[in-house]
């Protein structure tokens, strides 16, 4: 079978297993559908509120946490359903298929809007007390001043609270074309294009040796504000996500080769994950176990948390987020075995 990759020294994973190019989209991988799902609960459970589960959650653990663990899945997902298109009709008819993908997803995205704004209006009406939703999501600007908001939402300029999840989704999906297409001159230009793209919406990183203002790329959320509260980018900056959603997407591609395992990795990304674990929101606290003598080394370990800045922050996806989400993808990965067995 020819592989997704066009450079022949990359091999397709699902080749590996001697399925055909048009079943391999319909195989089921019990690890990636395992991972999602666990994802998607933790992220439920994260946005639940008054439930004592939120103290397990990974954010609470690390830097990174389930958001990172969707999106490089998504990624993978994504090499699946959209890589045999571009390798078996070519560039045009997958892009065509990406095409189709944004247009469903803009139009999930702006009907999920309205029917959570209809609900959250409706339910004081039936009876329902509740916390104000509706000033939590940030509805109230599109309510006041619907003219101008509602052409900032279907531009994607009015992005709400908690909205940001499908947009990020819609651009980086956009981008699957000129992936492909720089991966025919060689997977690595396009692997390199991913993170000058990243570096792109990372720029804040220069503020740490000295220079001030750096204007990373990033996209408004909120433009249709009065002057002053017209500044706030999209939560997820779809320019700092791409690269963990493409290095999934270049793993089940066959861009990059699987990582060995031996013990040498596996220590480094023990040594990852526990470091990253002294600098999370938890630390020993968790375990209701605070000696006096630890109070001075966790404010040491916070202030220094406070310092990293963009290196561990989440809008962007900082460079911390990427190197713990690599390190627990590996064991994760080590430990499940071959197709999870």
Same mark, same amino acid.
């Given at each position: 079978?020819?592989?997704?990759?066009?450079?022949?020294?990359?091999?397709?994973?699902?080749?590996?297993? #001697?399925?055909?190019?048009?079943?391999?989209?319909?195989?089921?991988?019990?690890?990636?559908?395992?991972?999602?799902? !666990?994802?998607?609960?933790?992220?439920?459970?994260?946005?639940?509120?008054?439930?004592?589960?939120?103290?397990?959650?990974?954010?609470? *653990? =690390?830097?990174?946490?389930?958001?990172? @663990?969707?999106? $490089?899945?998504?990624?993978?997902?994504?090499?699946?359903? $959209? #890589?045999?298109?571009?390798?078996?009709? #070519? /560039?045009?008819?997958?892009?065509?298929? !990406?095409?189709?993908?944004? *247009?469903?997803?803009?139009?999930?995205?702006?009907?999920? $809007?309205?029917?959570?704004?209809?609900?959250?209006?409706?339910?004081?009406?039936? #009876?329902?007390?509740?916390?104000?939703?509706?000033?939590?999501?940030?509805? %109230? %600007?599109?309510?006041?001043?619907?003219?101008?908001?509602?052409?900032?939402?279907?531009?994607? +300029?009015?992005?709400?609270?908690?909205?940001?999840?499908?947009?990020?989704?819609?651009?980086?999906?956009? @981008?699957?074309?000129?992936?492909?297409?720089?991966?025919?001159?060689?997977?690595?230009?396009?692997?390199?294009?991913?993170?000058?793209?990243?570096?792109?919406?990372?720029?804040?990183?220069?503020?740490?040796?000295?220079?001030?203002?750096?204007? %990373? /790329?990033?996209?408004?959320?909120?433009?249709?504000?009065?002057?002053?509260?017209?500044?706030?980018?999209?939560?997820?900056?779809? $320019? =700092?996500?791409?690269?963990?959603?493409? +290095?999934?997407?270049?793993?089940?591609?066959?861009?990059?080769?699987?990582?060995?395992?031996?013990?040498? /990795?596996?220590?480094?990304?023990?040594?990852?994950?526990?470091?990253?674990?002294?600098?999370?929101?938890? =630390?020993?606290?968790?375990?209701?176990?605070? %000696?006096?003598? *630890?109070?001075?080394?966790?404010?040491?370990?916070? =202030?220094?948390?406070?310092?990293?800045?963009?290196?561990?922050?989440? +809008?962007?996806?900082?460079?911390?987020?990427?190197?713990?989400?690599?390190?627990?993808?590996?064991?994760?990965?080590?430990?499940?075995?071959?197709?999870?067995?």
């Amino acid at each position: 079978m020819a592989t997704l990759s066009p450079a022949s020294q990359y091999q397709d994973p699902v080749a590996k297993t #001697g399925l055909t190019a048009a079943s391999a989209a319909s195989t089921r991988d019990p690890r990636l559908d395992f991972f999602r799902g !666990i994802a998607m609960f933790i992220i439920l459970l994260a946005h639940t509120p008054g439930n004592l589960w939120t103290r397990w959650i990974p954010a609470r *653990w =690390g830097f990174s946490d389930a958001t990172e @663990m969707f999106v $490089f899945c998504s990624g993978m997902a994504s090499a699946i359903a $959209f #890589g045999k298109v571009f390798q078996n009709r #070519g /560039l045009a008819l997958g892009s065509a298929r !990406i095409c189709f993908r944004v *247009w469903q997803v803009y139009w999930a995205h702006i009907g999920l $809007f309205f029917a959570t704004l209809t609900v959250l209006l409706l339910l004081p009406h039936l #009876g329902f007390e509740l916390r104000d939703y509706v000033r939590q999501l940030n509805l %109230p %600007p599109f309510i006041n001043n619907v003219e101008g908001n509602l052409i900032g939402l279907l531009t994607l +300029t009015y992005v709400p609270n908690y909205f940001d999840i499908l947009p990020m989704y819609l651009v980086i999906l956009a @981008m699957i074309p000129l992936m492909m297409a720089l991966s025919r001159i060689h997977p690595f230009v396009a692997l390199g294009a991913c993170v000058v793209i990243w570096a792109g919406g990372n720029m804040e990183l220069l503020e740490l040796v000295g220079r001030e203002d750096v204007t %990373p /790329l990033q996209l408004p959320a909120q433009l249709w504000f009065e002057e002053g509260r017209n500044t706030r980018p999209w939560f997820f900056n779809p $320019f =700092g996500w791409q690269l963990c959603f493409f +290095t999934g997407f270049a793993l089940m591609i066959g861009w990059l080769p699987q990582p060995p395992v031996n013990k040498l /990795l596996v220590g480094l990304a023990l040594v990852v994950v526990i470091a990253s674990f002294l600098f999370s929101s938890v =630390g020993l606290r968790q375990f209701d176990w605070q %000696p006096e003598w *630890w109070d001075d080394i966790r404010k040491w370990l916070r =202030g220094v948390r406070r310092d990293m800045g963009p290196l561990a922050i989440k +809008t962007d996806f900082g460079l911390f987020r990427f190197i713990h989400m690599l390190a627990l993808a590996y064991l994760a990965w080590s430990l499940v075995g071959e197709r999870g067995k």
